[in-house]
């Protein structure tokens, strides 16, 4: 069965470091997701890809976020400075991007602690 | 904005026993509303999903009912087991950017 993949699985960083996750969808989704979740909450979007270009990343702390899908397949999440605040789940998901199919397949997430 | 309202946010039921958590959902143009469960430190799991077209759906002891007039849908947990135990969050999409606004989880615990 087809997933996506993320890593690491868990990160450990000191403030004002930067901090990358890498997320490959499944095989032929040409919609990307990065959501946060914080302990306790339900995911909220960062950012929103279809193909390689960003169709919403209006919740995205631009200021030290940026993410890109270079070649419209796998992504990078960057966090630079990381902040305390920044310690959540950090959760890529995926959808075949057809009109009709809304489903979003979910990763495993990347656990990230700053310290 | 749009939101998603979720309740309750923990349920503790003895096996065998139901389970319901109900959501309601903020803007009328949502169409699309999938149930996700979430086992510690995995991401969350699609288990059922249902469009604004149909009012109610079910899948073995999974069932999830909407009501688009009071924009309120429910997911219906028959027959509880241990295994059953996880947080559930429900969401809501509507077309255009397709994206899932979540509610805040409900934690189930299914007492042997």
């Known amino acids: 069965e087809a997933e996506v993949a993320q890593s690491p699985r868990y990160k450990i960083t000191e403030k004002s470091q930067a901090v990358a996750f890498w997320c490959d969808p499944i095989s032929g989704h040409a919609t990307l997701y990065w959501y946060r979740q914080i302990l306790g909450q339900g995911p909220e979007l960062l950012v929103q890809?279809?193909?390689?270009?960003?169709?919403?990343d209006s919740q995205l702390p631009k200021d030290r976020f940026s993410a890109e899908r270079l070649k419209g397949v796998d992504s990078t999440l960057k966090i630079q400075p990381a902040e305390l605040g920044d310690s959540a789940m950090y959760l890529c998901?995926?959808?075949?991007?057809?009109?009709?199919?809304?489903?979003?397949?979910f990763g495993p997430g990347t656990r990230l602690t700053v310290t | 904005g749009e939101n998603v309202e979720q309740h309750p946010s923990t349920l503790s039921v003895q096996e065998g026993d139901s389970a319901v958590i109900k959501c309601t959902y903020s803007?009328?143009?949502?169409?699309?509303f999938p149930w996700y469960k979430q086992e510690l430190g995995k991401g969350p799991q699609l288990i059922i999903d249902?469009?604004?077209?149909?009012g109610e759906k079910k899948d073995q002891r999974i069932a999830v009912t909407l009501n688009k007039t009071a924009k309120h849908f429910s997911l219906h947990i028959t027959e509880t087991q241990p295994e059953d135990s996880a947080v559930y969050f429900c969401?809501?999409?509507?077309?255009?950017?397709?994206?899932?606004?979540f509610g805040t989880g409900t934690r189930l615990k299914v007492l042997a």
């Open positions: 803007d009328s143009a949502s169409n699309y």
């Open positions: 249902i469009r604004s077209n149909v």
């Open positions: 969401a809501a999409s509507k077309p255009g950017t397709y994206k899932y606004i």
């Open positions: 998901a995926s959808s075949s991007g057809q009109v009709v199919r809304y489903e979003q397949y």
């Open positions: 890809f279809q193909d390689e270009s960003v169709v919403d």
